[in-house]
């Protein structure tokens, strides 16, 4: 009877041992996904020139980058859309220009949001989420309404930087992705 | 808890019965090492099936994106070790079912009542073969595409349905995305299907005809030997060792990945070391009676094989053993003649050896390449679009018929009929140097057996620069900085005032703006404008046309214009996308990793 426990022991070592070797690696292999860092930021970026904004008409431009998805590399790829907002006249020094940027995903659930120009607000066309013109998050005076969004636009970094050759002012936005559903801005 | 749990699953399910069945078998002959063969087998069956499942989660079967998505398994984590498993697993599997038919052979096991357990065994080989010979195109490397397109032409050649079956195959006439997504369906869904079927059967008639306590005499069943935990022991110890080796070269090792399949790449196709000896076999065949060696004797060897147990019972003892004896012997022998001459073969072919060896470096850079990202394209897109990789084989069919490109150890293309300079560091400042001396402008590898050696620009180089030698050191920096060479660009940021200095003296019209245009000033006619001499634009127009008013002109009768007319590609002797190759490749400005390049044989 010794002998025979020790044998089945013995069994159950080796299938322990060749499960581990066999099952971990799977395991890793499955869950890789979960660990990927997610490269939602591109860094600066030039989206438009400031001549192309009027004063208080939001344009939308799409940012454009480097997607990898999966074994794919997308050299241009349109990796998000941003709506630019200028606020001021200004046209001489470009620290003194001032644009807003906002991401156009919308907090809610992630659609795409519209600009309705008669109305001068932008809106959600999937659940109808109502921002002002400062990416804050609106309430209509329609009875029943209510803004499903948890939070306002996100508001990205901005700036105007001069063009190479000086005499040119473009728009550089930091494109960012955030956590969708929460009434916080957290970073993907 | 869990024994509340067993008794409850068993009393539902039975389970322990059918366990019973296989663990608690008497072994009238005692445990053996021999027969761990078959536990082996299926072991490594399952962890084979096992890992190419998780692999199937990440792979996709299409002539673009194959290569990459084993590419992107491999720098998964685990990714390389799985991947690994699965290959050398099918390997081993290939080996063990050969020493377990040999085994089988021997022991006469196939005899009444098991024939159709031999039967079905048997039927696995071929089945075997053909998962293997499915399984290794899928990555859609140059060597698979090639091995699928002769393995397909062999099929072909089968009599009567060979060529329909080719034809399905493939999926046309040629390898392409119908072949990935057929093998795949062979691979992943029918042979597995169809082999995990006949396994069952064959396992489960293995049981049936093992002998129960209730049919062996009680002295027999008394104390004997049982399968659990005597034979098994013996199983699971044989079976981690192969499956440690397994997993050794796995880790170690890894599975290869080759080039991705591109039809300009010539590559010799050999099949896997395991078909090496059918391979072998076609040699001593005219080439009219090859179908022997590829469907004749193997077909006809499966039949006899698969008759064996009905020939074995006209046999006497003595006879049947001779015959079993002399199978085993005569297949053992002449698959490893037939092999290691193939593979002696092979080892001795300078030729084979050096294209393999070309096949190797090719494959690594396109891995940096492919470290970096692959395109939408595809990864021979990678190979096609690197003038690391084109510009030499350009160069050598457009270039080198007069143009050498030699660097200063000597190694590189030489010229055909050295009628033009060596273009090696072409425009760089040891090149321009050369040029600008006047025993460099007349050598032979430079403007020596060209017209222009008898030109003005020879009494420039030989007559006037030695007056202005102090200057000359300025002069060159600033005509090399012109090409904005890229291996050069931590020099020319350096040396920027020297540079102004230089090209100062190159718009002088006392100097070189006597004859060349130089930004502003000279003018275009007699020598070649040096304004952005040697850069990417300049290269591209002067190679697709010399001839251009900015060059030599009208007097251009030295060189090929290569693509002079820009509204009818068609019409030049090259396109776009090739000068382009030609001359990143001529400015050395080609991708490369920041670190050095990271081989797929380092391991996490
Ligand atoms: S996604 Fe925008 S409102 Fe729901």
Known sequence: MQRRTLLIRGCQAIAAAIMAVLFVPIGRFISAPLFRKSQSSSGAQRVAKLGQLEVGKPMQVPIIGKRQDGWTLYPDSVIGKVWLIRRNEEAENPEECKVDAYSAVCPHIGCGINHSPDKNHFICPCHGAVFDEQGAKMNLEEPGYNNPSPRGMDSLICKVVNSDDGDDFWVEVEYEQFQIGLSEQIKK | ?604
């Open chain 2, 1 to 604: 808890m869990l024994t509340n749990f067993k008794t409850w699953l068993n009393d539902r399910t039975g389970y322990q019965k059918m366990l019973g069945l296989y663990s608690n078998r008497v072994l009238p002959n005692g445990p053996s090492w021999a027969a761990t063969t078959a536990s082996c087998m299926l072991w490594m069956f399952v962890v084979v099936l096992l890992t190419g499942l998780v692999l199937l989660s990440s792979f996709s079967p299409s002539a673009s994106s194959a290569w990459a998505s084993v590419f992107y398994i491999e720098q998964q984590p685990a990714g390389s070790f799985l991947r690994g498993l699965h290959y050398f697993g099918a390997q081993a599997l290939i080996i063990l079912f050969g020493l377990h038919t040999m085994r089988v052979l021997l022991s006469a096991a196939f005899r009444s009542p098991r024939e159709l357990v031999w039967i079905t065994g048997l039927l696995l080989i071929p089945l075997l073969m053909v998962w293997a010979v499915t399984g290794n195109p899928l990555p859609a490397t140059q060597k698979g595409y090639a091995q699928i397109d002769v393995e397909a032409n062999i099929l072909g050649s089968s009599p009567v349905i060979g060529p329909f079956a080719r034809q399905i195959l493939i999926g046309g006439d040629s390898v392409g995305n119908l072949t990935l997504t057929h093998l795949s369906f062979l691979h992943m869904a029918l042979l597995p299907l169809i082999v995990i079927s006949l396994t069952i059967f064959h396992i489960w008639q293995m049981f049936r005809h093992a002998p129960t306590d209730k049919e062996l005499p009680p002295e027999m069943v008394e104390g004997a030997a049982r399968y659990w935990p005597d034979q098994s022991i013996r199983n699971w110890s044989v079976f981690a060792v192969v499956f440690g080796i397994v997993a050794w070269l796995a880790y170690t090792v890894g599975a290869p990945l080759e080039l991705p399949a591109d039809p300009e790449l010539h590559h010799i196709a050999r099949p896997e070391w395991y078909f090496l000896f059918l391979f072998e076999l076609r040699r001593y065949f005219p080439p009219e009676l090859e179908i022997i060696a590829t469907m004749v004797i193997p077909t006809v060897a499966m039949i006899f094989l698969l008759l064996l147990p009905f020939i074995d019972r006209v046999c006497s003892q003595r006879a049947s053993a001779i015959l079993r004896f002399v199978i085993v012997a005569a297949f053992a022998a002449s698959w490893t003649w037939l092999t290691f001459t193939s593979l002696n073969r092979d080892w001795n072919d300078a030729e084979l050896q050096a294209s393999r060896l070309e096949e190797e470096k090719l494959r690594e850079r396109v891995h940096a390449l492919a470290d970096a990202g692959i395109p939408p394209e595809g990864a021979s897109f990678l190979l096609a679009s690197d003038p690391k990789i084109q510009g030499p084989i350009l160069f050598e069919r457009h270039c080198a018929s007069c143009h050498s490109h030699v660097d200063e150890n000597g190694e590189g293309i030489a010229a055909k009929e050295q009628k033009a300079p060596n273009l090696y560091g072409f425009a760089s400042r040891d090149w321009v140097k050369t040029v600008l001396d006047p025993e460099g402008w007349t050598a032979e590898h430079m403007f020596g057996n060209t017209e222009l050696a008898e030109s003005d620009m020879s009494y420039g180089v030989v007559d006037g620069l030695p007056d202005v030698a102090e200057d000359l050191p300025k002069l060159i920096a600033a005509l090399s900085a012109e090409a904005e060479l890229p291996y050069q660009v931590d020099q020319d940021t350096a040396d920027a005032d020297i540079i102004a200095e230089g090209l100062e003296f190159l718009q002088s019209e006392d100097n070189c703006a006597m004859c060349h245009k130089v930004y502003d000033a000279g003018e275009n006619g007699i020598g070649p404008e040096l304004t952005l001499y040697g850069s990417r634009s300049w290269l591209r127009d002067f190679i697709s046309n010399p001839a251009h008013d900015r060059f030599y002109a009208n007097d251009n009768n030295y060189m090929t214009a290569f693509a002079p007319d820009r509204n009818h590609p068609e019409r030049n002797t090259l396109d776009e996308k090739s000068i382009d190759l030609l001359v990143d490749w001529l400015r050395q400005d080609w991708y490369e990793p920041e670190t050095p390049a990271v081989t797929t044989d380092e391991k996490p």
